[in-house]
């Protein structure tokens, strides 16, 4: 497993922006899948984005053309997930984590097939 503290979290208007990081640490090599979640109270996770190691990028639809997942990755040891987003709606409020998996075998925007994740950090969308 590794190690992921996110941050970038806040309040924005609707049309506004924000980009949400991940410094994912640790032992950071093979085939990983790094995922962002979202979590509104009273409803499970739902998958946002995620990232193969490889660069393929697969998205939710409630966020495709306006959410945009990316990775810089430093000598193994630490890596940074961002979460760009554009455009941002009401409905996006939610807590937004960040997931991380390795031998990944294939994108999934399902919670349970993710082994890492972080604190969370807030996403407030107001009208």
């Known amino acids: 497993q590794v190690q992921l503290v996110e941050s970038g979290g806040g309040s924005v208007q609707a049309g506004g922006s924000l980009r949400l990081s991940c410094a994912a640490s640790g032992y950071i090599y093979g085939r990983y899948c790094w995922g962002w979640f979202r979590q509104v109270p009273g409803n499970q996770r739902a998958g946002v984005a995620v990232m193969s190691s490889g660069g393929d990028t697969k998205y939710a639809d409630s966020v495709k053309g306006r959410f945009t997942i990316s990775r810089i990755s430093q000598d193994g040891v630490q890596s940074t997930v961002y979460l760009q987003m554009n455009n941002l709606k009401p409905e996006d409020t939610a807590t937004y984590y960040c997931?991380?998996?390795?031998?990944?075998?294939?994108?999934?925007?399902?919670?349970?097939?993710?082994?890492?994740w972080g604190q969370g950090t807030q996403v407030t969308v107001s009208a």
């Open positions: 997931a991380a998996i390795s031998r990944c075998i294939g994108l999934s925007l399902i919670e349970r097939s993710y082994d890492s």
